[in-house]
C-alpha cells in the first residue's frame, strides 16, 4: 500500500573508486555509482559504473571542480592525479608506519599541604 506520494530531485554519485595499478597492466579507475536524494540519503543498490583508462604518458587533462559549490578550479592530467594518488599513497603508509607517539601527561606529586615540586 502506498501512502503520500512525495517528489524529490534524485542525484548519481560516485560511491565506491576503485584504482587498478596492477603490474605490467595500464592503470585505470571505475566509478561504481548508486542514486542519493538532495539531502544526502543513498538509496540502496548500485546504479551503474563508468571507467578511464589511465594511458601512459596521455596528455589529455580535466577539469577540477569544487565539490560544494561546483566551480572550475583548475585543470589536472592524468599523470598528475596519478602522482597525487602515488603521493596520497606515500602519506597513508608513512602515518600509517610512523604513528604519532602516544601523549603521557605527567602525574605530579600532592600533599595534604598542595603540590610539591
Do not use: W
Not at 28 to 53: K, M, P, W
Amino acid at each position: 500500500m502506498l501512502y503520500k506520494e512525495e517528489e524529490t530531485t534524485i542525484y548519481r554519485r560516485a560511491n565506491t573508486v576503485v584504482i587498478n595499478n596492477e603490474l605490467g597492466l595500464t592503470p585505470d579507475i571505475t566509478f561504481h555509482e548508486q542514486y542519493a536524494t538532495v539531502g544526502g540519503e543513498a538509496i540502496n543498490g548500485r546504479l551503474g559504473s563508468c571507467s578511464l583508462v589511465l594511458e601512459e604518458g596521455s596528455e589529455e587533462t580535466f577539469t577540477l571542480v569544487h565539490p560544494e559549490l561546483g566551480v572550475a578550479l583548475g585543470e589536472m592530467s592524468y599523470v598528475e592525479l596519478q602522482v597525487a594518488i602515488y603521493s596520497l599513497y606515500l602519506h597513508a603508509a608513512d602515518k600509517r608506519d610512523n604513528p604519532p607517539a602516544p601523549v603521557v601527561e605527567e602525574e605530579s606529586e600532592e600533599t595534604e599541604d598542595g603540590p610539591t615540586e
